[in-house]
């Protein structure tokens, strides 16, 4: 009997007590569609006339302040509604009859979050007097974007990266690689991958390959790829051109003094044809002295008169008369 009388209490007060609920812990919906959360509450009261039924969303930070977007007054039948709501959230029925759902129209990722529908009712302060539920609004991932962070080279290690810009619920990653057959292969020894990024470590020519990446969620998926080339270390695309640059540069500079040397020489080549040489000269003096030495009549065919005109050897003069033929 003592224990009925200590249990009594107990039983009376929770048939007394507020009680707040909602079916599901999650209700979703197309981005730009419409939803219904259904939330209702039983209570003892028996005036509903002062109720307060409000709307929350439950911010994570815990510096930070809930934002209460739906507020209903039952004393004076009002409705309050924040800025971004107007016109397209409300409630379903009078709360007075123990309905205090909601709806959202024309939803947008900003109505993702957890929300509380949450009661006071004078004379009844004991119980559930809230219930909190999450509502996801679903969008297909965006076309991912792939990256690779670092220097393709042996021995490096790098990372390739891949992340949409959208996506709800939040979309999970995968990386497949491909050979030059197109065929599927493994990752490489000691690689990872977590949250979209893929780390390559100690990388060689088998870490090359065509790399695929897909983001995916309950909606939709979207792939983005890349070809990694690895390559020994400086013979890099831009560092091979600019060797190659710089030995083309060297060959033509070569060419170049070699056709200026070949000109000069042609050019002294022609002089000297054009010109009879000094030591020419000397020795065609040398043999006229010789000749006049030898009492032998030397000339030149190469020297002028005053007319210009090159002068042919000279005439023989005739015989003259012996000066006994005129004393006879």
């Known amino acids: 009997f003592l224990y009925l009388h200590c249990l009594l209490p107990l039983v009376l007060s929770a048939a007394w007590a507020l009680e ?43 510096n930070g302040e809930d934002n209460q977007f739906l507020t209903y007054y039952a004393a004076t039948n009002q409705l309050d509604l924040a800025e971004e709501y107007q016109g397209r959230a409300g409630l379903k029925s009078a709360p007075v009859s123990g309905d205090s759902s909601i709806y959202i129209n024309r939803l947008t990722m900003s109505d993702n979050g957890t929300l509380e529908c949450r009661l006071q009712i004078p004379g009844d302060n004991k119980g559930k007097k809230a ?59 000691k690689s990872t991958e977590e949250n979209g990024i893929l780390s390559l470590v100690n990388v060689s ?60 020489k042609k050019e002294q080549a022609q002089e000297y044809a054009m010109g009879p040489p000094e030591e020419g000269e000397y020795h065609d003096q040398g043999e006229d002295k010789q000749s006049a030495h030898n009492g032998v009549a030397s000339y030149r065919d190469d020297v002028s008169d005053d007319g210009g005109a090159r002068r042919g050897p000279p005439m023989v003069p005739p015989n003259k008369p012996r000066r006994d033929e005129y004393e006879d």
Do not use: H
């Open 20 to 62: 707040v609920t909602i079916p599901k812990d999650t209700y979703d919906a197309a981005r730009g569609g419409n939803i219904t959360i259904p939330c209702s509450f039983k209570s003892t009261a028996t005036n509903l006339n002062n109720m307060v039924l409000s709307w929350l969303y439950l911010t994570n930070d815990p």
């Open 131 to 189: 219930a909190k539920v999450n509502l996801i609004v679903l969008v297909a991932p965006s076309k991912p974007i792939c990256k690779l962070e670092g220097t393709p080279e042996y021995g490096q290690n790098i990372k390739a990266t891949c992340y949409s810009e959208e996506g709800s619920p939040q979309p999970t990653y995968k990386w497949q690689i491909y050979d030059v057959q197109n065929r599927p292969k493994p990752n490489p020894p």
């Open 205 to 264: 020519i088998d870490t090359s390959g065509f790399y695929v990446c897909t983001s995916q969620n309950r909606i939709s998926s979207a792939i983005c790829n890349m070809t990694v080339s690895v390559m020994p270390p400086s013979m890099n695309i831009a560092s091979t051109a600019g060797i190659i640059g710089g030995v083309a540069a060297a060959l033509l500079l070569v060419g170049v003094l070699a056709y200026c040397c070949c000109c000069r």
